[in-house]
């Protein structure tokens, strides 16, 4: 039989469970996706014309980005912008040749030209000649120039995506096709001479290039300085991602709603967790449910300027697909296996079997992601303000 006090116990250590699990539903942000102040930037992207040439700015840090690291720096003079490479702000391993982040930093040029152009300043863009070296120095590097003049205002449709535009990394509807006629309009938005995209729609096909996919997921996540160099961008709760504005949560991991309030609730994974988390959602649900896989490809994979231009096709290309309904996420493991070997002078066999697949003998692959209709609706990823990445 229970006394009064043992059911007083009870009823306090009742308490006291509830309290810590309250807390930790606060502190991980359940219940909070998409609010407070780091994710501001995605609602007042379009700022004022009080704001001169710094206003396409709030576009362009909405861009693209590898691990949402958002690897930029801008200056601001009488007319012209430069961008910087925050080489800082890098992948480690897993972006050796920081190519990855020069892709990042084209993304946002992309956002920066169609907001300008929206708000009657014309932008020339010219981005730095220059070879990407492995491993190069912190220090931010000027990437690309851009020189702004008054203009009319022209607004392409693809502004209209710039603050819908999310990473979809959660499952997609095999059974539903992407038209020809939709790939066509995708396919006619890389102009560049310098970018050649490829969509591969064959099941063969698909099967193979995802066999690659998640082989290369394998060799990243055996690899202990790439699968350090990753979970280091992971941000677990609310107070981190208030901190730091940036990286990957659990929001944008394309969970159900019961698995992220489950993962927010349990204790952080260690990084060995997190890796076969990955290479399961990869194998198991990200390749096997998408109907279009696609890879873009330069002439030299290490070409600064090339990495810039694909970067500029990738943002134009998820902008639009966002406004056609369709759901995009980069997978580009392959090619980080490639600049991975190449660094560590081991063989590679990612490159070739990307090329084969894409039917594009003389070009060299820089990203591969996947296209279709998401099951639910992608999140927000937190974004820094504008005036953290100004510089003077």
Not at 47 to 60: E, F, N, S, T
Not at 192 to 199: D, I, L, M, P, T
Not at 319 to 344: I, K
């Amino acid at each position: 039989m229970r006394t009064r006090r043992s059911v007083l116990m009870l009823g306090a250590g009742g308490a006291a469970i509830a309290a810590g699990l309250a807390y930790r539903a606060w502190d991980r942000g359940l219940g909070s996706a998409g609010g407070g102040e780091a994710y501001a930037p995605w609602s007042d992207w379009e700022g004022a014309a009080g704001d001169g040439i710094k206003r396409p700015l709030r576009a362009a840090i909405l861009a693209a980005n590898p691990h949402n690291t958002q690897p930029w720096l801008f200056r601001i003079a009488e007319n012209e912008i430069t961008m910087f490479a925050d080489r800082a702000r890098n992948l480690g391993a897993f972006d050796p040749f920081r190519r990855e982040m020069h892709l990042g930093l084209g993304a946002a040029v992309e956002n920066l030209v169609l907001a300008a152009r929206a708000f009657g300043l014309a932008a020339q863009v010219t981005p730095t000649a220059d070879r990407l070296l492995p491993s190069p120095p912190d220090a931010p590097i000027s990437a690309v120039h851009i020189a702004l003049s008054p203009a009319p205002p022209a607004r392409d449709a693809l502004v209209g995506a710039i603050a819908a535009r999310h990473t979809s990394r959660g499952a997609y509807r095999a059974d539903q096709a992407i038209g020809s006629e939709t790939l066509q309009r995708l396919d006619g938005l890389v102009t560049s001479e310098a970018v050649h995209v490829a969509f591969i729609r064959d099941r063969e096909a698909r099967r193979e290039l995802g066999a690659l996919i998640v082989e290369a997921t394998e060799r990243i996540i055996a690899d202990p300085q790439m699968s350090a160099d990753s979970a280091r961008w992971f941000r677990a709760g609310r107070r981190d991602i208030a901190a730091h504005r940036d990286g990957v949560t659990v929001d944008t991991a394309g969970l159900s709603p019961l698995m992220t309030a489950a993962a927010k609730l349990l204790p952080d994974p260690d990084a060995a967790t997190a890796d076969q988390y990955w290479l399961a959602t990869t194998r198991d649900n990200q390749v096997p449910t998408a109907p279009v896989l696609g890879v873009l490809l330069v002439r030299d994979r290490l070409d600064m300027r090339a990495a810039i231009e694909a970067g500029r096709a990738w943002q134009r290309l998820h902008l639009a697909a966002t406004l056609e309904g369709l759901a995009a996420q980069p997978l580009n493991q392959p090619v980080e296996c490639v600049d991975r070997n190449a660094v560590m002078g081991k063989p590679d066999m990612f490159e070739a079997g990307l090329i084969k697949l894409a039917g594009a003998t003389g070009w060299e692959p820089t990203f591969v992601f996947r296209l279709g209709f998401a099951d639910r609706a992608a999140g927000p990823s937190p974004r820094r303000a504008l005036d953290q990445v100004l510089v003077s």
